[in-house]
């Protein structure tokens, strides 16, 4: 499987619990993208890294969020103090962006990982 | 307001009919997208659009740049079209990277 991949699936989790999610982007793909979705909604935007460096973060990104990318390729997203409001799914997409013929900039999204937090 | 608005939120459909589902932006774009979410969340990218029109099976998406609009049509509908139908624009920029700002979705139910 060549796609996006994110684990865990599922995550349960009390409150005040520090979760961490984990995304493998296609692997030539240098743009990686972290967004939530919460039910009913469209998803939004969370951060964006380019190579390794994580170039924009969201407002929504509170501090108790932090997202990194260490060697470029996998991505990791984490929780800290979880709160009820953080029950949302996570998505990740993966594209291969800058000039030249390859680079489309299609977003591919991993299936998500979906947090409850009770 | 949303940057990026879409209508209808809910549509349901007999099978074999026609459906348009309609999205409406108010910043400068650089490509509009349209995507599938099933349930579970997986999201599939069905098309980028930055002018124009493209048709990939019983699939039409639709641009026009000046009114901000898009359309996502599909034609004989079936069951297996049920899915939530996604509109999401790329923000024209330097510094926008590339990220999407998503419609609310379009939950579509075809009956048999």
């Known amino acids: 499987d060549t796609g996006v991949s994110q684990n865990p699936r599922h995550k349960i989790t009390k409150r005040g619990q520090n979760v961490t999610f984990r995304c493998d982007p296609i692997?030539?793909?240098?743009?990686l993208y972290w967004y939530r979705q919460t039910l009913g909604q469209g998803p939004e935007f969370l951060t964006y890294f380019q190579n390794e460096a994580q170039l924009e973060k969201s407002r929504l990104l509170s501090d108790r969020f932090s997202a990194e990318r260490p060697k470029g390729s996998f991505s990791t997203l984490e929780i800290q103090r979880t709160e009820q409001g953080d029950s949302a799914m996570y998505l990740c997409?993966?594209?291969?962006?800058?000039?030249?013929?390859?680079?489309?900039?299609?977003?591919?999204f991993g299936a998500g990982t979906r947090l409850s937090v009770l | 307001k949303n940057e990026v608005e879409q209508s209808p939120q809910n549509l349901t459909a007999q099978e074999g009919e026609f459906i348009t589902i309609n999205c409406s932006y108010s910043v400068g774009i650089s490509a509009l997208h349209w995507l599938q979410q099933h349930p579970g969340g997986g999201i599939v990218s069905l098309f980028m659009l930055s002018s124009g029109k493209k048709k990939h099976g019983r699939l039409i998406a639709t641009i026009n740049i000046q009114e901000k609009h898009s359309s996502l049509h599909i034609t004989a509908s079936h069951p297996r079209d049920s899915a939530v139908y996604i509109c999401a624009a790329r923000i024209a920029g330097g510094t926008s990277y590339g990220k999407l700002t998503f419609g609310q979705g379009t939950i579509l139910t075809v009956h048999p």
């Open positions: 997409a993966s594209s291969l962006g800058g000039p030249g013929r390859q680079a489309k900039n299609i977003q591919y």
């Open positions: 692997s030539e793909h240098n743009r």
